[in-house]
């Protein structure tokens, strides 16, 4: 059974850093992409960012050059870290692998 257990959210003030954690386990990440989602209250799911198995990052635009996705095979973990946090970023963050695996989220609050 995958399981996925997100840790690292917290309250910071606007133009702070958080560093985000999935542990990963039931699953050998190695072979798989990936991602963290997040969701804002009233709004829907939306993609974050995605590191291939090879190791190849994609972000969505309104997170680029402020967010790293990252991965340590070895630890079957995979991190975001987040620089510069806006109040916009606020919301649970959740990591992904396949279709159905979520971890339950972590809440991530930017906020003076």
């Known amino acids: 059974q995958v399981q996925l257990v997100e840790s690292g959210g917290g309250l910071v003030q606007p133009g702070g850093s958080l560093s985000l954690s999935c542990a990963a386990s039931?699953?050998?990440?190695?072979?798989?992409?990936m991602a963290w989602y997040r969701q804002a209250p009233g709004k829907q799911r939306e993609l974050v960012a995605i590191?291939?198995?090879?190791?190849?990052?994609t972000y969505t635009s309104s997170v680029k050059g402020r967010f790293t996705i990252s991965r340590d095979n070895a630890k079957n973990t995979v991190y975001l870290q987040m620089n510069s946090l806006k109040p916009e970023d606020t919301a649970v963050y959740y990591c992904?692998?396949?279709?159905?695996?979520w971890g339950k989220g972590t809440l991530v609050t930017v906020s003076s």
């Open positions: 992904n692998v396949g279709k159905d695996n």
């Open positions: 590191i291939t198995s090879g190791g190849t990052t």
């Open positions: 039931g699953i050998t990440i190695r072979f798989y992409a």
